[in-house]
């Protein structure tokens, strides 16, 4: 029941925005009675708070993949990219997203979501640097490019959320792709 309340409330939220997916919506599209919100989230806060959650541990199993030490920086940047774009392209995420907007006028709210949402970007942090392992790229460079990668998902999931048909391919994501190449190839050639 709880996994249908949470996929409800994302479905509810994406469609009608946080102040336009009521409980009584999000259980009734669920199957269920704003008693069992009550019973597995306490408060419409705390079923918000769980949908955040959610969304970080989809986050945490992304993140779970290893990359071989022999793979090349392009089998890198396709393997990180690919996974990055899987966080930031899902429902959760732009579920997430409008929740922690919403939230920014409840202050006890928006700052459980604040921290757990700085707890996931320093997951992000560890995971890229993780698959950079070994390349002799600096930490610095790294986190540069996964945060001008993020902001690049973050636009595409928003283009997404709006556009009525989805695009059969995504040729800013190869793009992206190849331009982090290009930065991470120049930056361990400059590297003595």
């Not at 669920?30 to 708070?49: E, I, K, P």
């Not at 919403?102 to 928006?110: G, I, K, S, T």
Request: with cysteine; hydrophobic share 40%; charged share 20%.
């Amino acid at each position: 029941m709880e996994r249908a309340l949470l996929d409800s409330a994302v479905s509810c939220i994406l469609e009608f925005g946080v102040a336009g997916a009521p409980v009584n919506l999000i259980a009734r599209r669920a199957n269920a009675t704003g008693g069992s919100v009550q019973h597995h989230f306490g408060t419409r806060d705390g079923l918000l708070l769980r949908v955040v959650e959610d969304f970080g541990d989809h986050l945490q199993a992304v993140t779970q993949a290893n990359i071989a030490s022999s793979a090349s920086i392009e089998e890198r940047v396709e393997e990180i990219c690919d996974a990055s774009w899987k966080i930031v392209g899902s429902p959760q995420y732009l579920a997430v997203t409008q929740i922690l907007l919403a939230a920014q006028h409840n202050e006890a709210l928006y700052n459980q979501l604040f921290q757990k949402l700085k707890k996931y970007e320093a997951s992000l942090d560890a995971y890229w640097a993780q698959i950079f392992t070994g390349t002799g790229l600096g930490r610095s460079t790294v986190t540069t490019v996964r945060r001008l990668a993020m902001a690049t998902f973050r636009g595409l999931a928003l283009r997404k959320q709006y556009q009525s048909t989805p695009p059969r391919s995504m040729p800013e994501l190869d793009l992206l792709k190849t331009m982090i190449c290009g930065v991470l190839i120049r930056e361990k050639e400059e590297t003595p």
